[in-house]
C-alpha cells in the first residue's frame, strides 16, 4: 500500500500492509527477505538507515511495525524466541527490584523467573492473579513489573488486564501481560491499560509450527528505546528469514484464529458432553469462572482447550497417545492440532505440589485446536476417548 493510510485501516488490512509498503529498491511487492549482515555505507557516518543486522534489518523492522500496529502501539522489538523476549522485557530491572507475577504461567518463564535472574537480585513474589487485589497487597516500593498471562497456560483461567494495570500504576509499576495464548486479534492489552505486551511468536503469529520468534511491544518510547539498546547489547534479535516467516504467517492471524475459535468451542462443547471427562477447562463455556471477563476483555475465546479425565493419570497417558489428527507435542498455535500431557510437558518445571496446587493433576490434558475439519478433530477425539475407557 503505497498510500500510507494503511496504518489507519481495520485489522485485517493492517496485518497484510503495515510495514510492508513496496521495497523502496526494487519495487517487490512482497518485503524481501534481506539476508546480509552488514549494509555498504555511502561514506563514514553516512548511511540509508541500516548498517549492522544486528542493530537494524529491514525484514525485522517490517514485522515489528505490523506487529506495533496490530497490538495498538508504537513499537514493536523482536526477537529470537519467546524467551528471549520475557528476558529482554526483564532487562528493564536492575539488582534489587521486585515483581509481582501471576503463579499461573507457561513454565519456562517460571524456570527463567525461579532459577535465573534471583541469581542477578531480582525478586519475585507469586501471587493468583484472578483475584488482582492478590496483587495490590505483594506490591512494595521496590516492585517495578507486574507479570500476568491471560487466558493462562494450561488450565485457561482469566485475569482482568485492566484491573491489573491500574493497580501497577498506583504503585508506578509496568504491567506486562504476555499475550501469547489470546494474539491481538482476540486481546489487546495496551487499550485495556497494560504497558507491555510480549509474545511467543512462535505460536498463533507465525501459526505454522515452522519459526521460533518472540516479540514485545509497547505504547512508550522511552521503554522502546531502553529495550532496542539491551537488545543490540545483548544480541537475541530475530533473523531475517525467521522474522519473513512470522511476518507471512501474520498475514493470515486473523483467519486461522476465527477457525482456531470456531472449533475449539465445537471440541470444548464435545468434551463437556463426554462421561470419560471430568472437567473441560475453556473460557467460551458458560460455567467457566471467567467466562464473563472473557467476554469483556477478548473478542472472541481462543483456540486452546484443557481437560481433566475422570479415569486419572492412566486415561490421560492413554489418550494422549490414541489420537491421530492431534499430534502429540509440545508448544500450541499452529494450524495442526496437537496434544499436551501438561504434568510432564509444558509444566513439568513446576514442582508437583506447585501444580496441584493451581489445579493441574496427572489426568490433566491440553489442546491446541487447530484448523482442520472440525468432524475430524470430534473424531479422532471420540476414538481416543473410546480407547481410554478400554485401558481402565
Ligand atoms: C505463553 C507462553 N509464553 C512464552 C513462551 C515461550 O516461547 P518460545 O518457545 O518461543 O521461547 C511459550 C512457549 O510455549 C508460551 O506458551
Known amino acids: 500500500m503505497a498510500d500510507t493510510g494503511a496504518s489507519r485501516a481495520r485489522f485485517e488490512t493492517r496485518a497484510i500492509h503495515v510495514g510492508q509498503e513496496p521495497d523502496p529498491a526494487t519495487g517487490a511487492t512482497i518485503v524481501p527477505v534481506y539476508q546480509t549482515v552488514t549494509f555498504t555505507q555511502d561514506a563514514i557516518g553516512r548511511n540509508r538507515g541500516y548498517e549492522y543486522s544486528r542493530g537494524v534489518n529491514p525484514t525485522r523492522e517490517a514485522l515489528e511495525k505490523c506487529l506495533a500496529s496490530l497490538e495498538g502501539g508504537s513499537s514493536g522489538i523482536a526477537y529470537g524466541s519467546g524467551m528471549a523476549a520475557i528476558h529482554g522485557a526483564t532487562q528493564l530491572l536492575s539488582a534489587g527490584d521486585h515483581v509481582v507475577v501471576g503463579d499461573d504461567l507457561y513454565g519456562g518463564s517460571y524456570r527463567l523467573f525461579t532459577r535465573v535472574l534471583p541469581n542477578f537480585g531480582v525478586r519475585f513474589s507469586w501471587v493468583d492473579a484472578t483475584r488482582p487485589e492478590e496483587i495490590d497487597k505483594a506490591c512494595e516500593s521496590a516492585t ?4 500476568i498471562e491471560s ?6 483461567k482469566l485475569v482482568d488486564v485492566a484491573a491489573c494495570a491500574e493497580i501497577a500504576r498506583r504503585h508506578a509499576a509496568k504491567l506486562v501481560v504476555d499475550n501469547t495464548f489470546a494474539t491481538p486479534y482476540l486481546q489487546r492489552p495496551i487499550e485495556l491499560g497494560a504497558h507491555i505486551v510480549v509474545h511467543s511468536t512462535t505460536k498463533y503469529i ?3 509450527s515452522d519459526v521460533i520468534g518472540g516479540a514485545i511491544v509497547v505504547d512508550d518510547e522511552e521503554i522502546a528505546d531502553r529495550l532496542r539498546f539491551t537488545r543490540n547489547a545483548t544480541g537475541g534479535i530475530s ?6 516467516l512470522t511476518l507471512r504467517g501474520l498475514k493470515t492471524l486473523s483467519l486461522r484464529m476465527r477457525e482456531h475459535c470456531a472449533n475449539a468451542t465445537k471440541v470444548a462443547e464435545f468434551l463437556a458432553g463426554r462421561p470419560e471427562v471430568a472437567a473441560v477447562h475453556f473460557p467460551g463455556l458458560p460455567d467457566h469462572p471467567g467466562h464473563d471477563l472473557a467476554r469483556r476483555q477478548m473478542s472472541d475465546f481462543g483456540g486452546m482447550v484443557a481437560f481433566d479425565l475422570a479415569g486419572g ?4 497417558h492413554a489418550v494422549c497417545e490414541a489420537t491421530r489428527v492431534f499430534s502429540l507435542g509440545e ?5 495442526e492440532s496437537l496434544i499436551g500431557y501438561p504434568w510432564s ?3 513439568g518445571a513446576f514442582p508437583p505440589e506447585e501444580k496441584r496446587r493451581k489445579g493441574i493433576t496427572e489426568a490433566t490434558v491440553r489442546l491446541s485446536v487447530g484448523i482442520e475439519h472440525a468432524d475430524d478433530l470430534l473424531a479422532d477425539l471420540e476414538q481416543a476417548l473410546a480407547r481410554a475407557s478400554a485401558a481402565k
Open 151 to 156: 487466558p493462562t497456560n494450561p488450565l485457561l
Open 313 to 316: 493419570a492412566a486415561a490421560a
Open 144 to 147: 517495578k513489573l507486574v507479570w
Open 331 to 335: 508448544s500450541l498455535g499452529g494450524v
Open 345 to 347: 510437558m509444558s509444566h
Open 206 to 208: 507465525g501459526g505454522h
Open 239 to 244: 533473523g531475517p528469514w525467521d522474522s519473513w
